[in-house]
């Protein structure tokens, strides 16, 4: 990854083709997160104050809600944040191999009906290039209400060669955010997991 010192806060809303020029801003002591489907940046600008070692890229197809995720990096000034408008698909199809550190991926849509589960994000395709963007050591961390979905990431990590599951627990803002905390106000029991790229 390029290692130019970040200089300024990061607060544009990017579109993914300037993801090089993103990239290339981050400080190279930086840890890279990127969260997928980060909606109205509950979670990330949370995480992001928390975790100020941690450059943190949103990715939102909708950008009502990348405008909104984009007014709370401006407004807790976090120079350690960006949003991209785009499809996550796209995004991590040109993320450079072994560059990620870490991948949230909170509450995605569930497609509950079962002739539009193929539309769902966690598929064979899509952890392939996640497994290829992320470090060795790298983690996914994956979080759901929906039971089906739950079990359907758990058997992909299970079934791929350069993922294990792992015990790290799920940051408490993600219990804090929007989704996070109308789930648990309806009562829905909220299944996490997390896996870790193979180092060798």
Request: aromatic share 8%.
């Amino acid at each position: 990854m390029p290692v130019k010192k970040t200089t300024a806060p990061q607060v544009l809303l990017n579109n993914i083709g300037t993801l090089p020029e993103l990239l290339s801003n981050i400080a190279a002591n930086m840890l890279l997160e990127i969260e997928i489907g980060c909606g109205n940046g509950h979670f990330l600008s949370m995480y992001a104050e928390e975790k100020k070692l941690s450059y943190l890229i949103g990715v939102e197809l909708k950008k009502k809600r990348c405008l909104k995720a984009l007014k709370k990096i401006q407004t807790y000034r976090l120079a350690n944040a960006a949003i991209i408008h785009g499809k996550a698909e796209e995004l991590i199809e040109q993320l450079p191999a072994n560059s990620v550190d870490k991948f949230h991926i909170y509450f995605p849509d569930p497609w509950p009906k079962t002739k539009h589960r193929r539309r769902r994000f966690l598929r064979m395709t899509n952890l392939e290039n996640l497994c290829r963007s992320l470090k060795p050591g790298g983690e996914i961390l994956f979080c759901s209400d929906i039971y089906d979905y739950y079990l359907q990431a758990k058997l992909l990590f299970l079934i791929s060669r350069e993922l294990r599951l792992s015990e790290t627990p799920p940051p408490p803002q993600v219990l804090k955010s929007i989704f996070g905390r109308k789930f648990l106000s309806l009562g829905n029991e909220i299944f996490f997991i997390s896996s870790r790229k193979l180092t060798d």
